[in-house]
């Protein structure tokens, strides 16, 4: 038989270990070094590691609470198209449920997590896509709308059109609803017009090719996580449509912390998020 090792030894050997660092400790934070423990202390969105994997996902993004649930649409959605043939213009919805809608163009393409915050936060957003600028990016977009997004109409080569004659104006239009259905399966309702400019051909031509309204915004977020609006007041109101627009600035802000601005920003005066389709 092998002879026991005396009690004496075994604790001499242990308290050796402690004192030589053998010993790992049991903070995760530690384990992950002083600059993974610094993003998990800081808050900063979607710091890699286990400890930050288990927040919740409001968390991740900035946000200090959840997003309240969008209630169910109260009253009829807005109309299509009058009698006249003419889509109409909207950068606001008529409407008493405390929602705001969060509509991106091209520019959620150089974004790539933009994906991911989507999916975790469960945010009902509408991208409006040009070919031209998309280009080999619709795989992106895809992704977006297999998390749930809306894709929608922002013409075909993004020119302005306003003074543009019908026949061009519709060739802008119908093509790029061709465009969307062939590559997304599903044909846009909504349009939303380069440089925020238009005119009666437009929308007449928008309603030829089928869509129900011509959609601006009347507030616009900025390039250093603030926000614009085009008319009343300056405040978030019920029923907002918010641009978030591809013209990021040298040193500006990325897409998703204007987007986490916009949401602390909504939650403040009382306001979550809802799907622009639902209403318009």
């Known amino acids: 038989m092998r002879p026991r090792r005396p009690v004496a030894a075994l604790l001499a050997a242990a308290v050796l270990a402690l004192l030589t660092g053998c010993a790992q ?7 992950l070094g002083r600059k993974a423990a610094q993003r998990v202390h800081t808050g900063s969105p979607h710091p890699h590691g286990a400890v930050t994997a288990a927040l919740p996902p409001y968390r991740r993004w900035g946000l200090a609470a959840p997003l309240a649930r969008a209630p169910k649409p109260s009253g009829r959605p807005l109309a299509g198209p009058a009698a006249s043939g003419l889509a109409p213009v909207v950068d606001h919805v008529p409407t008493r449920d405390r929602v705001v809608f969060l509509t991106y163009d091209d520019a959620a393409e150089r974004d790539p997590r933009f994906v991911d915050m989507v999916r975790e936060l469960r945010l009902p957003v509408s991208v409006f896509l040009t070919d031209d600028v998309v280009g080999p990016g619709y795989a992106h977009f895809a992704h977006l709308m297999a998390v749930g997004a809306s894709v929608q109409n922002h013409t075909l080569d993004h020119t302005a059109l306003r003074g543009l004659p019908y026949a061009g104006q519709r060739a802008e239009i119908c093509r790029q609803q061709d465009k969307i259905r062939a590559r997304f399966g599903v044909r846009p309702r909504l349009l939303r017009p380069p440089y925020g400019v238009y005119d009666t051909v437009t929308r007449r031509a928008a ?11 009347r507030a616009a977020a900025t390039a250093d996580g603030g926000l614009r609006f085009t008319a009343g007041e300056h405040r978030l109101l019920p029923g907002d449509i918010v641009s978030v627009g591809s013209d990021e600035q040298a040193g500006g802000t990325s897409l998703r912390e204007r987007t986490t601005a916009l949401l602390r920003r909504a939650g403040r005066e009382g306001l979550t998020v809802a799907r622009l389709e639902d209403y318009l």
């Open 25 to 31: 400790s049991v903070d995760p934070i530690e384990r």
């Open 207 to 217: 309603a030829g090719c089928g869509v129900s309204a011509l959609v601006l915004g």
